[in-house]
């Protein structure tokens, strides 16, 4: 599986951007998704986690009820809407699959497969 983030860009607070996360490769619907990011001089952090199906999604608590995680499985497509963006959102944001669950993502399990990042910058 490969995986190429896009999307990132430039915002003040309080706007809005989407991500894409593309994957090529056979047996994306089988793989879990997560969104992780990495601020300067700050360790990598989970965002947000979305289930094989669709059907469970996990959120880091820092982002939650601002940003929403979806996939289009036919599209070999996961996303993130991020809404109400602070400057604290600041951060290369990388998509990663792994089989693994999204609690378990959450909490540090090593995925399988990494895209390159994306930058998202949020400015005050």
């Known amino acids: 599986v490969q995986l190429q983030a896009s999307g990132g860009g430039s915002v003040q607070a309080g706007g809005s951007l989407r991500l894409s996360c593309a994957a090529s490769?056979?047996?994306?619907?089988?793989?879990?998704i997560g969104w992780f990011r990495q601020a300067p001089g700050k360790e990598r952090e989970f965002v947000a986690g979305i289930s094989w199906g669709g059907g469970t999604t996990y959120y880091a608590d820092s982002v939650k009820g601002r940003f929403t995680i979806s996939r289009d499985n036919a599209k070999n497509t996961v996303f993130l809407q991020m809404n109400s963006l602070k400057p604290e959102d600041t951060a290369v944001y990388y998509c990663a699959a792994g089989l693994t669950t999204v609690r378990a993502m959450s909490v540090g399990r090593v995925m399988d497969y990494w895209g390159k990042g994306t930058q998202v910058t949020v400015s005050s």
């Open positions: 490769g056979r047996d994306f619907s089988s793989y879990a």
